[in-house]
């Protein structure tokens, strides 16, 4: 698996977690950025007035 | 009429003199000194140091602003402190050198009501043998995007290592702290993966090395003791969530890091565990420590008063526990909240110019005995929300009297968002985007990670790039004083 291969390069490497295709997909997929972009914006905006 | 001066013009200044202005209106007057005449978007010096931006897209000139705002500009650089006036006159007032406006190296008295001391950091590239060169200035070894200018400089370095990987000429760059004390790993944190993320666009990212240096005792510190995030169900470290970061893109790391030492193309640290080593580079982006900007204080008589306001770091001493004792006493309430000088009523201290408490980090010093961890952060969102409720607080005083209530706001009760953003396109870049709430962590209230991980999180996507580009725009829209910038959060 191409995205698998980082594991071996490395002792540091082989000790955390590398994101899957699947995970690297959902990261420029427009529609669930636009989503995310969403509850993002929604979390900061309470992170924010909480803070004031 | 009353004045108000702020001494500084970056986020938490400009931050507490616009808003101080604006509530105070043309009745009282409020005065910046500052020795800069460009306001810098700090966040995005990151894009300046790998050339997907200009120099001139973040930063404007302060005059037109602060005339627009009726504030009394000077550019400047504040030298000392009389918080009780002179022998024959007990109006409180600070000493200035004139930096520009035509008048540069000459000196003036300036008296004041009330004074918010926002200085920043003085960035001190000579704690570290070599990172400086030897006049408080950075040296010639490695570069910095601390400034717009440094910025710019450290592009034109990249461009050539870029452009040897292309001849064929295997480069290795490293990026990260240059002294066991410094903070904002953020910055560096977000300016390697821009690096990586610049040499894959260009072709070259086979041909360079990338490493990490830092004085975390672990990745994802932040300065911050590290954090805790809700992802897919389980709560998680921000260490795995930084470490994974750094193994999918093939960067290695040093960590426990104390830079003891900078030579032409070599860095000499000294680890935790004792051990010494020597890596080498061909470029080298290394943050400097902060420390006070070197006010000095003086009383009535002429005697000097520094350590009386200000810490042994430089920064100013404000409504903090300095007595905490150890790390297992350490506590939320620790943490200023009205940000006033205990000594000196009618003075504050905002952003980094306050001293924080003690770390937030756990301390940690080598087997040497050579203190190696980070320092606590107060950049960005809370060093503007904490300018603008000391601006509060003023106002409320000079309206009011003096025993007007302060206004609050302490970092064991803000949040703060950090957006790391590589790549400037609207659908190729990629971002890191974390939120803490809140900063300083309240184990009281919140027991096992010391902070609600409803707003604790963390993401990697375009959401978080999208964020970044509206922040940028929508800052500078903001300290322009353009139409509604009072209804922009900090």
């Given at each position: 698996m191409e995205h698998e291969k980082n594991f071996q390069k490395n002792d540091q490497f082989a000790l955390t977690m590398i994101p899957g295709g699947f995970a690297k997909k959902m990261r420029t997929c427009i529609i669930f950025q636009i989503f995310r972009f969403i509850v993002i914006n929604l979390k900061m905006l309470v992170v924010v007035s909480k803070s004031h | 009429m009353a004045r108000l001066v702020v001494m500084g013009g970056g986020v938490s200044g400009h931050t507490a003199a616009t808003f101080a202005k604006k509530w105070l209106g043309k009745e009282h007057e409020v005065v910046v000194v500052t020795p800069n005449s460009q306001w810098n978007w700090i966040p995005s010096n990151i894009w300046v140091g790998v050339g997907e931006m200009q120099k001139e897209d973040v930063i404007f000139p302060l005059a037109p602003v602060y005339e627009k705002a009726g504030i009394d500009y000077r550019q400047a650089k504040a030298v000392s402190i009389h918080p009780e006036g002179k022998e024959d006159d007990d109006t409180p007032f600070i000493t200035i050198e004139y930096t520009g406006q035509n008048k540069k190296g000459q000196t003036d008295e300036l008296t004041y009501d009330y004074l918010i001391n926002a200085t920043g950091p003085k960035l001190n590239f000579d704690a570290t043998p070599g990172l400086g060169d030897g006049n408080g200035q950075m040296g010639s070894h490695t570069v910095s995007v601390c400034t717009a200018d440094h910025a710019v400089h450290a592009n034109e370095e990249l461009q050539k290592i870029f452009d040897k990987a292309k001849a064929g000429e295997r480069q290795k760059i490293l990026v990260g702290t240059g002294h066991g004390l410094c903070t904002c790993q953020g910055a560096a944190f977000e300016y390697i993966f821009n690096i990586e993320h610049e040499a894959k666009e260009a072709g070259v990212r086979d041909m360079i090395d990338i490493k990490w240096i830092s004085n975390e005792s672990f990745l994802g510190d932040f300065g911050m003791g590290g954090l805790h995030m809700k992802v897919g169900g389980y709560v998680v470290s921000s260490n795995l969530f930084a470490e994974s970061l750094f193994a999918e893109r093939n960067v290695p790391w040093i960590i426990g890091a104390h830079v003891s030492k900078v030579e032409e193309g070599k860095v000499h640290y000294e680890l935790l565990d004792g051990t010494t080593g020597v890596e080498e580079f061909d470029f080298a982006m290394l943050i400097p420590p902060f420390a006070g900007v070197g006010l000095k204080a003086f009383a009535?008589?002429?005697?000097?008063?520094t350590s009386k306001i200000f810490a042994p770091n430089g920064f100013m001493k404000v409504?903090?526990?300095?007595?905490?004792?150890s790390y297992e006493n350490w506590k939320a309430s620790d943490w200023p909240r009205t940000y006033q000088n205990p000594d000196y009523k009618n003075i504050f201290a905002v952003g980094i110019a306050f001293a924080p408490p003690h770390l937030i980090s756990k301390p940690a010093q080598s087997v040497n005995g050579t203190p190696i961890n980070p320092t606590p952060p107060r950049t960005g969102m809370p060093a503007g929300i904490i300018g603008k409720a000391v601006a509060h607080s003023v106002c409320d005083l000079i309206k009011n009297g003096e025993n007007a209530k302060l206004h609050e706001a302490s970092m064991a009760e803000m949040g703060a968002a950090c957006v790391a953003s590589a790549g400037k396109g609207v659908l190729d870049g990629t971002a890191a985007a974390m939120t803490v709430y809140p900063v300083v962590p309240d184990f009281e209230k919140?027991?096992?990670?010391?902070?609600d991980t409803t707003y604790t999180y963390g993401e990697v996507g375009l959401a978080g790039h999208w964020i970044k580009h509206i922040l940028h725009y929508m800052f500078i829209y903001k300290a322009k004083l353009y139409p509604g910038w009072t209804l922009i959060p900090e």
């Open positions: - | 009535k008589d002429g005697s000097d008063i409504d903090a526990n300095y007595n905490a004792g919140y027991p096992g990670t010391g902070r």
